[in-house]
């Protein structure tokens, strides 16, 4: 049998490649060349040559006129053209005869039709013979064929063999859309496995890339998405936004949700609502919460419940946890329990820390303590600090510092400021420099004062200046003596004040003394009082003397029975001085009570 080459229309799954030739410019230019060719075709047809049956028949069968190719393709069958054998498949399968079909692709398929053997393979799939599937398709990728290597990676994978890669990259490598997407996430999952952060790791996570590039150039919406998520995380937003916008404009949800975050950070909201709600309209949930959160912040609740409720029908379980801060922010205690038990019950970590949190405030330790721990063992640290809170609060320490180390190596700067407390009281003062430190780092302002606290402790005592030298050089414990004061914490400001006033800067203890004693500082006031004092503002001191004593300090209240004493007001000095006597510390009140009895002998005189 002479066999021909495969010069007429291959089944490409539905798809039909037109043979090229010359051609005009413009519809009207084609249709008539394709006219002319027809007639050629046809003439030779009649003529008896068998590349042109061949190719007639592959012309009808393309333009759907499966009665009028259906003898050329046969005629050139018989005459042992392999390509109209498998159009003739094509044409036969089309009609509902696979078996019929199947026997021609054979056919064709052994005399050498890669294109036959794809088909063949298919068609053995499809009946779940997998062995002749195997068979079929690697008869065809062997033969360089790119959609038999697409489907045997396929079908291989599907099976789990190691082999899969080859074909799919093969495929890949000829311009198969789908097999680079495909092999860009098989290279994704395998750089997120070697988490070593060597070389290998980052040499997959780059092959990637370049797949996902390569696929998404051929319109390839899901890898436009990929594409554009890995630059995201690089900072690169300009070039994410682009491939998110091709791939949400193709139809990709998730792509259409993922520009309008982009947008809403750039600060661009009316943008971003568009394409959300282009998003949560073909049913993403992310997109739906993302609208609901909008119209919340804007006060527009019940158009914000709305889209919950829309997220929470895609089976977005965020829809119902959000339902119920929602419902939490306006009052309505009993809905918003409902909804958290509702996200919760799916397994929503957050919701069931939420949950708890609600039933601890209503008084029902019992039924939050099962919730904390739900939501702590699913990986919330928040729940893991809330359980070290209650165990603390039942006095089970240990219990309570194993949640809050838990929630500390999550990055929780208040669990590790009580794990840094706890250590100190245990006198393991190395453990608890590094816990306070990674809480102080992490911008707790008790964490600072205590890592300050720690280090003042062990610092040597002050060497004495000779004149004309540095008086004093900022230590680190005084950075973060300040970056607590700075935070608003008041031991820290007096601190800080005492500090600056020991090297002279009057103006900038005063300053922070002053920020203490209107935070409510006792301590700060009475400094304030005597700084004023010795610049010569007796008057002012004694105001800030009276808001310390109000506030229970002794020293103040004996600095102001001192003043009347010296004013000549014996009833008001013997008064500070009983209050004096009764704030203490042992000291003062001995040095008060002297006071007292001798204005109160001057008095009766």
């Known amino acids: 049998m002479d066999v021909m080459g495969d010069m007429a229309t291959l089944f490409e799954t539905g798809r039909f490649v037109q043979p090229s030739g010359p051609g005009g410019t413009g519809d009207e230019t084609e249709a008539a060349d394709e006219a002319a060719e027809e007639v050629r075709r046809r003439l030779a047809a009649e003529a008896g040559d068998v590349e042109a049956m061949s190719v007639l028949g592959s012309m009808l069968l393309r333009r759907g006129d499966l009665d009028g190719a259906e003898p050329h393709l046969r005629a050139a069958t018989a005459a042992g053209d392999r390509a109209a054998a498998n159009n003739l ?45 195997e068979y079929w398709l690697r008869q065809s990728a062997e033969q360089g064929h790119v959609l038999g290597a697409y489907a045997l990676a396929d079908l291989l994978e599907h099976r789990g063999d190691t082999a899969t890669e080859r074909w799919m990259r093969m495929a890949a490598e000829r311009g198969h859309r789908e097999a680079a997407y495909r092999l860009a996430r098989a290279l994704d999952r395998r750089a997120a496995r070697e988490t070593g ?47 998110y916008l091709t791939s949400a404009k193709d139809g990709e949800a998730r792509a259409a949700c993922a520009l309008g975050f982009l947008l809403r950070d750039a600060g661009d909201s009316e943008s971003a609502a568009v394409w959300w709600l282009r998003a ?44 119920g801060l929602l419902c939490a922010a306006q009052g309505r205690t009993q809905q918003a329990e409902q909804w958290y038990r509702r996200a919760a019950y799916a397994g929503h970590r957050e919701a069931a820390n939420a949950l708890a949190i609600l039933l601890l405030q209503s008084g029902d330790r019992t039924g939050a303590e099962p919730w904390f721990s739900k939501a702590a063992e699913a990986g919330s640290v928040d729940a893991a600090f809330n359980l070290g809170i209650l165990y603390a609060g039942r006095g089970a320490d240990e219990e309570a510092l194993r949640w809050y180390e838990r929630a500390a190596s999550a990055g929780h700067a208040e669990a590790a400021l009580q794990v840094g407390m706890a250590r100190l009281r245990d006198g393991d003062e190395q453990e608890a420099e590094r816990h306070l430190r990674c809480a102080a780092g992490a911008g707790s302002a008790e964490a600072a004062y205590r890592l300050a606290a720690l280090l003042d402790a062990r610092r040597p005592p002050e060497p004495a200046h000779e004149l004309g030298e540095s008086a004093h050089e900022k230590t680190e414990c005084e950075e973060w ?81 001192l003043v009347c004493a010296r004013r000549g007001e014996l009833s008001d000095g013997q008064r500070w001085a009983d209050r004096a006597v009764t704030l203490g510390p042992p000291e003062v009140a001995r040095r008060a009570a002297r006071l007292r009895d001798a204005l109160r002998e001057e008095l009766s005189a």
Not at 285 to 311: F, K
Not at 483 to 512: C, F, I, K, Y
């Open 481 to 561: 003596y300040e970056r607590a004061a700075g935070q608003g914490h008041r031991r820290a400001q007096v601190r800080v004040g005492m500090l600056a006033a020991a090297r002279g800067d009057v103006g900038e203890a005063a300053r922070w003394y002053r920020a203490a004693a209107e935070a409510g500082s006792r301590n700060g006031a009475f400094n304030l009082g005597l700084l004023l004092a010795r610049e010569g503002s007796e008057p002012e001191a004694a105001l800030w003397w009276t808001r310390a004593a109000d506030a229970g300090h002794g020293r103040a209240a004996l600095r102001l029975a």
């Open 89 to 133: 498949g094509v044409l036969l399968h089309q009609r509902g005869y696979a078996d019929e079909a199947a026997g021609w692709w054979r056919i064709a398929a052994v005399a050498g039709s890669a294109a036959a053997a794809h088909a063949l393979g298919r068609h053995f799939r499809e009946r779940g013979d997998e062995p002749a599937a």
């Open 280 to 323: 949560a309209q073909d049913g993403d949930g992310n997109a739906a919460n993302a609208l609901g959160a909008l119209h919340a912040e804007r006060g527009e609740h019940q158009t914000a419940e709305r889209w919950y409720r829309a997220a929470m029908d895609a089976g977005d379980d965020n829809g119902a946890y959000n339902l």
């Open 197 to 243: 952060g060597d070389g290998a790791e980052r040499s997959a996570a780059d092959e990637a890339e370049q797949w996902y590039r390569q696929a998404a150039a051929r319109g390839h919406r899901r890898a436009a998405l990929h594409l554009g998520a890995i630059l995201e995380r690089r900072g690169e937003l300009k070039e994410a936004g682009r491939w």
